[in-house]
């Protein structure tokens, strides 16, 4: 018997298995980091990032970003089937290979063909164990292979059921943020009769979507690599805005929604802070725990502060306001930036660009001509109404 052969079967086994339980099963974030799955992530997705940016165009750079979390799951699944073969192989090698083989091939390779065709239950037959134990542990081989597959065909569906979930909010929020959702967006569509309400039951979808969040990207960090099918929107971007405007309605402006933009905050931050310690591989990300680069500069505040007040938003202007609003950005904006360099998603701005086309803008002219249309009396007739108008 080869002790040695033994003994690493035995050490890759376990390091598979505990790796597919922790990545599949657990329902929390594993803390060790020397894992299969954070070093395939960390020697595939770098690379990855650079071959990306090599493309000029920005359609086709994204496209090719998008491309990356689904075929990593696919790359993922293949390392631990290949990982089970070559530990399965180590064992039958250990053993003496005690298989006949009618071909006559080394011992070395015959391990592992008989390995490979017992994981994925082939069952060719062509070669027939000779003792009672590499029976057993063929046997043991071939169960491990169905619930491999059966965990695998389980795992798929759990992942893009929450993306799925995770996309649905992101989308909804287009239209009521712009694309891609800004603070003075969300804020400046909310600025109607009853707005305050909507803010709030808004707040309350963000502050649970924050959490579902958390709770399934802490459990499958592989979501935080899957894109949103439109350039313009991502699941970082998205809460960005949402703590943009949660920091607004709590540091400057009058609003029934500040109490519930409290806890939106305070949830979308532990959200942002937790996933961003995901990627903390050998150090800090760029950006974290130092100042970022002004997403807000004194001549963009005064804009934003500007189109606040055109809309009808009661805001503070005074230097307390301003103060209370950079303390909030300094304890989510380095961490958004982090996740916002590492996964290549850009961060949104304060203020929506004027030049972007908006659904919405058009829609919101097309409501207010009808608005600014005199009624007609009811009770008219078709001529009547037709010369009323």
């Given amino acids: 018997m080869h002790i040695f052969a033994f003994v690493a079967g035995i050490a890759l086994l376990y390091t598979v298995?505990?790796?597919?339980?922790?990545?599949?099963?657990?329902?929390?974030?594993?803390?060790?980091?020397?894992?299969?799955?954070?070093?395939?992530?960390?020697?595939?997705?770098?690379?990855?990032?650079?071959?990306?940016?090599?493309?000029?165009?920005?359609?086709?750079?994204?496209?090719?970003?998008?491309?990356?979390?689904?075929?990593?799951?696919?790359?993922?699944?293949?390392?631990?089937?290949?990982?089970?073969?070559?530990?399965?192989?180590?064992?039958?090698y250990a053993l003496g290979t005690?298989?006949?083989?009618?071909?006559?091939?080394?011992?070395?390779?015959?391990?592992?063909?008989?390995?490979?065709t017992t994981l994925f239950t082939l069952g060719l037959g062509d070669i027939v164990p000779q003792t009672g134990f590499a029976r057993e542990l063929i046997v043991v081989e071939a169960g491990l292979g169905l619930g491999f597959l059966a965990v695998v065909i389980g795992y798929v569906p759990v992942l893009y059921g929450a993306f799925s979930?995770?996309?649905?909010?992101?989308?909804?929020?287009?239209?009521?943020?712009?694309?891609?959702?800004?603070?003075?967006?969300?804020?400046?569509?909310?600025?109607?009769?009853?707005?305050?309400?909507?803010?709030?039951?808004?707040?309350?979808?963000?502050?649970?979507?924050?959490?579902?969040?958390?709770?399934?990207?802490?459990?499958?960090?592989l979501l935080c690599y899957f894109r949103s099918q439109h350039d313009n929107q991502s699941w970082i971007s998205a809460l960005t805005a949402m703590l943009d405007a949660t920091?607004?309605?709590?540091?400057?402006?009058?609003?029934?929604?500040?109490?519930?933009?409290?806890l939106t905050f305070a949830m979308s931050r532990h959200a942002v802070v937790d996933l961003s310690q995901i990627f903390l591989r050998g150090g800090r990300p760029p950006g974290f725990g130092v100042p970022v680069e002004a997403r807000l500069p004194d001549d963009r505040f005064e804009k934003l502060r500007e189109q606040l007040v055109a809309a009808g938003v009661t805001v503070c202007s005074d230097q307390a306001s301003l103060?209370?609003?950079a303390e909030l950005r300094g304890m989510y904006e380095s961490h958004?930036?982090?996740?916002?360099?590492?996964?290549?998603?850009?961060?949104?701005?304060?203020?929506?660009?004027?030049?972007?086309?908006?659904?919405?803008?058009?829609?919101?002219?097309?409501?207010?001509?009808?608005?600014?249309?005199?009624?007609?009396?009811?009770?008219?007739?078709?001529?009547?109404?037709?010369?009323?108008?």
């Fill in 98 to 116: 005690p298989f006949t083989d009618p071909l006559g091939v080394h011992a070395f390779r015959t391990a592992f063909y008989v390995s490979g």
């Fill in 247 to 262: 920091s607004l309605s709590i540091a400057m402006v009058k609003t029934d929604a500040a109490r519930q933009a409290q």
């Fill in 165 to 221: 979930r995770r996309e649905v909010s992101i989308s909804l929020l287009d239209a009521r943020a712009g694309s891609p959702p800004t603070a003075a967006e969300l804020m400046r569509r909310h600025a109607f009769a009853g707005g305050d309400d909507a803010l709030i039951t808004l707040f309350v979808e963000w502050e649970r979507w924050s959490a579902e969040l958390l709770e399934s990207h802490i459990s499958y960090p």
């Fill in 17 to 92: 298995l505990l790796d597919a339980f922790q990545t599949i099963i657990l329902p929390r974030r594993a803390s060790h980091r020397f894992r299969i799955t954070s070093i395939f992530y960390m020697l595939t997705w770098r690379p990855w990032v650079a071959a990306a940016r090599l493309l000029h165009a920005p359609k086709k750079r994204e496209s090719a970003f998008s491309f990356y979390g689904p075929l990593s799951l696919l790359l993922l699944l293949t390392v631990w089937a290949i990982g089970l073969v070559a530990s399965f192989g180590l064992f039958y």
């Fill in 323 to 325: 103060d209370r609003l």
């Fill in 336 to 389: 958004v930036k982090a996740l916002s360099d590492y996964l290549c998603m850009p961060l949104p701005p304060w203020i929506a660009e004027s030049s972007l086309r908006d659904n919405w803008r058009t829609v919101a002219r097309l409501r207010s001509e009808t608005e600014a249309t005199p009624a007609v009396p009811s009770g008219l007739t078709h001529d009547d109404e037709h010369h009323a108008f």
